[in-house]
């Protein structure tokens, strides 16, 4: 047996205490699997006197996680504190600065200084690894960068947030209410520190420009990443996604287009019979779509204490095993920029709901903005009948660019009996 691995962590809260839990339960078999055992010998969390329901009187307590980072006795520093910018970006930099191997769950750190940081490891000569950051249990990252890294990567795309899953599936099931249901996330751990980064697919999209830097070996573009959240799908959107053979789901997709690579983020309708509408709860699902490989699916629980424990243990296993891969797949000054593509170049159909005065003349407005725009309807249903009062109209358009889309949803959105901006959600065959 090896000298024990020290590790030092920053952040026990729902990750934090999961990983001590699981590094204390399953220390035999983590020892004979690595060859030698991990030992926690620091730790930092905002307050000390908390009972957390682990045991960590045997690791030195620190006040400042920059502190540990630079000083504590420790081969390698576990972030679990989250947030892009403040503390937490200031322990991975002092670590990495002191020549540290670092293991993070924190995705909004890496999608807007996941370049900068990689930098830095490859100029201590150490590793920064973050499986748990994106999908949480799900072992994309090793996947991405290691079992499939021989493939030509055309579109990297899934389920990327439990809580957002786990609201729509739980509405769905239960007619429940969206904000009933984001608390019972939230309560359950699931749900970021301002859970409008998850339900508004900022969350998402943190993970996506990830996965989009290993995929397609470039640099990690946050920025590009256009993205729409779930606020907005009410009940009535689900009710009529089941009557119209799909169901709703917030997707985040990375695919090589004509015009670049897209980055999106946004709910879809997918077919009830597709392999996405089957992922519930607080699961995620990811799909590499390979050249050799062709599609592969990975499906798991993407937050919660124990299966974000599970990936963060799982980068400390590597450390200990000295198994180790640059950040995003290849060194950083491998990585090569590729054009980015806009949303408005998406090709796609589309569901829309439109609330509207129930008064004779308003379907022939309607598609006239579409005829102008050079959009086509696949179908156009009015729910109810009740002259002078508001009704649901619901249609849904044929494959279009989404530029044009826009184009007619605006012009709708302006006729005087449409009293709400339109509701679209995409169609994908997923
Ligand atoms: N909860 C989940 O299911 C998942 C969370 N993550 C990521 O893991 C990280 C941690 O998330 P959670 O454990 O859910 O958060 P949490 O809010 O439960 O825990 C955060 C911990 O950081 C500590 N902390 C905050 N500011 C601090 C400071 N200035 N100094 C020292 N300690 C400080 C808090 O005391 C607490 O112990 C975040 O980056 C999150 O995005 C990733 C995957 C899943
Ligand atoms: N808030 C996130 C936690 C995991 O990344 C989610 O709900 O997926
Ligand atoms: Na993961």
Not at 12 to 21: C, S
Not at 38 to 47: G, L, N, Q, Y
Not at 224 to 245: C, F, K, N, P, Y
Request: hydrophobic share 45%; charged share 20%.
């Amino acid at each position: 047996m090896g000298a024990p691995l020290r590790i030092a962590i920053a952040g026990l809260g729902t990750v934090g205490v999961g990983t001590v839990q699981l590094l204390q339960e399953h220390a035999q078999t983590i020892a004979m699997r690595c060859g030698r055992p991990v030992e926690v010998t620091a730790v930092s969390a905002r307050d000390r006197c908390k009972n957390r329901g682990c045991d960590v009187s045997g690791a030195v307590w620190y006040d400042d996680p920059v502190a540990m980072a630079r000083e504590a006795e420790a081969d390698v520093i576990v972030e679990l504190i989250g947030g892009s910018d403040g503390v937490a970006r200031d322990m991975v930099a002092a670590a990495l600065k002191a020549g540290r191997d670092v293991v993070t769950a924190n995705k909004a750190l890496l999608a807007i200084h996941g370049t900068e940081l990689a930098r830095a490891a490859e100029a201590s000569n150490v590793h920064l690894t973050y499986e748990a950051a994106v999908a949480g249990g799900i072992p994309i990252v090793k996947a991405l960068r290691e079992g499939l890294g021989g493939n030509h990567i055309r579109r990297v795309y899934g389920i990327l947030n439990g809580t957002c899953n786990y609201i729509l599936t739980t509405m769905e099931d239960t007619g429940r209410d969206f904000d009933d249901v984001l608390e019972e996330a939230q309560e359950l751990g699931y749900a970021e520190a301002d859970p409008s980064f998850d339900v508004d697919g900022i969350d998402t999209g943190h993970k996506l420009a990830l996965l989009t830097s290993m995929a397609f070996g470039c640099p990690v573009d946050f920025e590009a990443v256009s993205m729409e959240g779930i606020r907005h799908v009410t009940a009535m959107d689900i009710q009529h996604a089941d009557e119209l053979g799909y169901r709703i789901k917030l997707l985040g997709v990375a695919e090589e287009t004509e015009h670049g690579i897209l980055q999106r983020v946004h709910p879809c309708m997918v077919p009830k019979n597709g392999p996405i509408a089957s992922v519930e709860g607080v699961f995620n699902a990811v799909v590499v779509e390979g050249d050799f490989v062709g599609r592969s699916k990975l499906e798991g629980r993407g937050a919660g204490a124990g299966p974000t424990a599970s990936a963060v243990v799982a980068d400390i296993m590597d450390l200990a095993a000295k198994r180790g891969a640059p950040t995003f797949g290849v060194p950083v000054d491998g990585l090569v920029e590729r054009p980015t593509a806009t949303i408005d170049t998406h090709v796609g159909a589309y569901y829309v709901r439109l609330m509207v005065l129930d008064r004779p003349g308003v379907f022939a407005e309607i598609a006239a903005a579409l005829r102008d725009a050079q959009v086509s309807m696949e179908s156009i249903l009015q729910r109810g009948h009740d002259p002078g009062a508001v009704v649901t109209v619901v249609m849904t358009l044929h494959s279009t660019v989404e530029a044009a889309t826009t184009r007619a949803l605006e012009r709708i959105g302006g006729i005087d009996a449409v009293v709400e901006p339109p509701c679209m959600i995409r169609i994908e065959d997923l």
